[in-house]
């Protein structure tokens, strides 16, 4: 171990931090904003159809490993941060969208029927009932993919994209120990974060109904 | 009023029909209750009442008017209708769960939430403490009441009703039946009533439609289908003790005699005058604060003294019966039961202030006798 070295890796963690959290954040708002509407499309009566295409599709570019997703997105949206988060919106796809859909299913039909029989429109029993009785599911598929993107997003340093996946490449290039551990540590720190700190909004958006039980 | 004509439907990807050339006509204030077995199609013809279902062929209309003419969700928010799930909204408090149909309507908030309250009281729910609780903090019976109290909550003229009591247990289930039976006396409300008791369809129905597979069988009074069950498997549906059912029908005040022949314990060396003198077959001992204690029949009183028995050994007998007194809102198969239970064949009715009528073992067989044979 060397301290300095320790020293010098840490100097650059602020940076890369910052750069890394725009990363998943970015990539994770893009992944929701895609995934909660292509979940509800998906549990519509008149679109269950497409429920398996769709969910195949999303399921092979989860089975893409992320190394495999970053280097093939890089020849279509270049090097940088762009293609980088292009690549973790890809892979953050299917828990949310596969949550969505079984959060939705997962609402109780006579619930459904008593909104329906009491004249409550389709738009309205999306709004009023099923979404917010499938928020904890869905909250927890967001909770899953922002750990996977979290870790993912390490690879990003490879087309340029930073991060603290910087701080590991040097260490790996390098063979410095100590930048290895500070990267890949903050890494997992960010990612116990996210994870906590998405825990506390689920909390807090549980319908109170449901607490009581 | 509620008509259906020539209603059939077909559920896609089936060929037997889940309802069959239905015509049903359901009178204005009247409390029509769909019964049969699982699979009878009944919950698919009240749900084709309110577009839940769309019928394949045939015309229901509610007050003239068909029922297609209407915006489905317009229509449903003009019917009240209650499953046997509840299904109350689990994130919604019990007051905005009574208040989502005024709510569609556009009512205000101050009148809504007036409202919920008028409701809760009405359905017996102390409205300070039930309005903020969330359905989960209920019981069975309370979430059933909070269930039937958002039908009712902009006054529908009809409402639909798919087991309502289903999911409460027997005791819990009587006391709403009678509660909701109370209300409709006042409401007069159309009501279609699914339920597979058929005990239930007697307490409830002012009429009663007995469905198999996908047919009317038989639509009646409990009373015309007590007595003149169309066919076999009426007849096995209503089961073995149809006519203790038919009893079911009558309160004990409605054949009850009135003026019972009453003596005091101080009286008693004297009954075998008092009887004779009043002709009365039963006399009923009553103490010294007017309260009666039993009962002493005319046969009893002959053996007895035939016996050669005293004034102590009357009383013992009289008491032996203590239990023998009823109240006038009793149902007759409930009164049966008490004879039966202390082996008598008279009961006393108590009215509020003491003993007012005397109810007979022969007065219900000839009620039960009578109403089997006329129409």
């Known amino acids: ?213 | 009023m509620i008509e259906l004509h020539d209603v059939t439907k077909i559920y896609d990807g089936q060929t037997v029909p889940a309802v069959e050339d239905l015509t049903l006509k359901i009178e204005e204030g009247e409390t029509c209750v769909f019964v049969g077995p699982s699979g009878c199609g009944k919950s698919t013809i009240l749900r084709m009442i309110n577009r839940m279902i769309e019928q394949t062929s045939g015309d229901v209309l509610i007050d003239g008017k068909d029922v297609r003419e209407t915006d489905p969700n317009q229509l449903r928010m003009s019917i009240g209708y209650v499953i046997q799930q509840i299904g109350l909204l689990p994130h919604r408090t019990v007051a905005e769960n009574i208040g989502i149909v005024p709510r569609l309507h556009g009512w205000g908030k101050d009148r809504v939430a007036a409202r919920v309250d008028e409701l809760l009281e009405l359905m017996g729910l102390d409205p300070e403490e039930t309005r903020t609780k969330f359905p989960a903090q209920l019981s069975g019976g309370q979430m059933q009441r909070v269930g039937v109290a958002r039908a009712m909550a902009v006054d529908p003229p009809v409402m639909l009703m798919d087991e309502p009591f289903g999911a409460v247990d027997p005791i819990v289930r009587s006391r709403l039946q009678d509660e909701f039976l109370r209300l409709q006396r006042e409401m007069r409300k159309t009501i279609c009533f699914v339920t597979h008791d058929i005990n239930e369809a007697i307490k409830m129905g002012d009429t009663i439609a007995i469905f198999t597979k996908g047919r009317l069988v038989q639509h009646g009074t409990p009373q015309e289908i007590l007595s003149h069950p169309k066919n076999e498997f009426v007849k096995d549906f209503i089961g073995q003790d149809r006519v203790v059912k038919m009893l079911t029908l009558f309160q004990v005040h409605n054949i009850a005699r009135p003026n019972p022949c009453i003596i005091r314990e101080n009286e008693l060396p004297d009954i075998g005058r008092k009887m004779q003198q009043e002709q009365a077959p039963v006399i009923f001992l009553v103490d010294d604060s007017g309260k009666p204690c039993g009962l002493i029949t005319a046969e009893d009183l002959e053996r007895e003294t035939a016996n050669g028995a005293g004034t102590e050994r009357l009383k013992e007998l009289a008491y032996s019966k203590r239990g023998a007194f009823i109240g006038g809102d009793l149902l007759l198969n409930d009164a049966l039961s008490y004879m039966l239970e202390w082996d008598t064949d008279y009961l006393g009715v108590m009215n509020g202030r003491g003993l007012a009528e005397v109810l007979s073992m022969a007065d219900i067989r000839e009620c039960a006798c009578r109403k089997e044979g006329d129409q």
């Open chain 1, 1 to 213: 171990m060397n301290g300095v070295r320790i020293l010098d890796a840490l100097s650059r963690v602020p940076q890369e931090l910052t750069i890394h959290i725009i990363m998943v954040v970015v990539s994770l708002a893009i992944a929701i904003a895609v995934s909660i509407p292509l979940g509800v499309f998906l549990t519509r009566p008149r679109f269950k159809k497409f429920g398996v295409v769709a969910m195949n599709i999303l399921n092979i570019f989860q089975a893409f490993p992320g190394m495999a997703i970053i280097a093939l997105t890089m020849p279509i949206l270049g090097l940088g941060l762009k293609p980088a988060i292009g690549a973790l919106v890809v892979q953050a796809l299917l828990p949310i969208a596969r949550n969505t859909i079984a959060g939705l299913y997962g609402v109780d039909s006579s619930i459904k029927e008593a909104a329906q029989g009491m004249g409550m429109s389709e738009g309205r029993i999306l709004k009023e009932v099923e979404v917010p009785l499938a928020l904890p599911v869905i909250l927890a598929g967001i909770r899953t993919s922002a750990v996977y993107v979290v870790s993912v997003g390490t690879l990003a340093a490879y087309i340029g994209g930073g991060g603290l996946g910087n701080l590991i490449i040097t260490g790996l290039n390098m063979l410095w120990v100590e930048f290895l551990i500070v990267g890949a540590g903050f890494g997992a720190l960010l990612a116990i974060a996210f994870d906590r700190g998405l825990s506390y909004v689920e909390f807090r958006l549980t319908p109170p109904g449901f607490s009581t039980k």
